[in-house]
């Protein structure tokens, strides 16, 4: 009776991969381009490339609406030559409640912020000092788990927090800029998950 009842009430993660290259190859409705984000070879096939001052992609879905925990991983390449603020993807509202993954640049290396704004509450996960190269490839995860709130850099934790949570209520998804376009990113993005549970790195896609 008991096992029947878990069964019955367990909810299953959802699981949503965008692979850039051909969201733009076939460019379903909903999706709008910035600029001319360019489709280039890399070492998972193929990527797309964004210059750092005009290059964006838009999608009018939001995938972590009403979620308390889920998990958002990137592979990508910040490239050198960029400004110092980056924004790569930006879910939610611009103003409103909100998630920003961005990077700070040095001529030679980068540091990653992942920043959550939900009514009252904002926290910014940051550090200056957890400096990384510039022009390679890099699998970065934020998850938040009901509050609790984790980044990673190639599977090894980097900074955690604390924030009293609440699920994003809607919105949209720009990726290479934030979504009122300033703060352009300069780089390469191959994939985007976005899973709907707290994942730990185990369980993270292979890069």
Not at 163 to 179: D, E
């Amino acid at each position: 009776m008991g096992k029947a009842q878990q069964t019955k009430t367990e909810k299953k993660s959802v699981t949503t991969e965008w692979i850039f290259s051909r969201l733009i190859e076939k460019m379903p409705e909903g999706v709008r381009l910035a600029g001319k984000p360019e489709i280039v070879k890399c070492k998972y096939g193929k990527a797309v490339a964004f210059n750092g001052s005009s290059d964006a992609i838009f999608l009018e879905r939001m995938l972590l609406t009403g979620l308390n925990q889920f998990a958002i991983e990137m592979i990508i390449q910040p490239q050198s030559g960029g400004n110092f603020e980056q924004r790569f993807l930006h879910c939610g509202e611009i103003q409103g409640d909100r998630i920003l993954l961005e990077l700070r640049a040095t001529q030679t290396d980068w540091y990653f912020d992942a920043f959550v704004a939900v009514g009252e509450q904002k926290c910014a996960l940051i550090d200056p000092n957890l400096l990384h190269p510039l022009d390679q490839w890099y699998h970065l995860a934020y998850v938040i788990d009901n509050g609790n709130l984790k980044t990673f850099v190639n599977g090894k934790k980097e900074l955690e927090g604390n924030v009293i949570f609440s699920p994003l209520k809607g919105g949209k998804t720009s990726v290479g800029v934030r979504q009122n376009e300033i703060s352009w990113f300069r780089g390469a993005i191959y994939s985007i998950r976005f899973t709907g549970k707290a994942l730990t790195p185990e369980n993270f896609m292979s890069y």
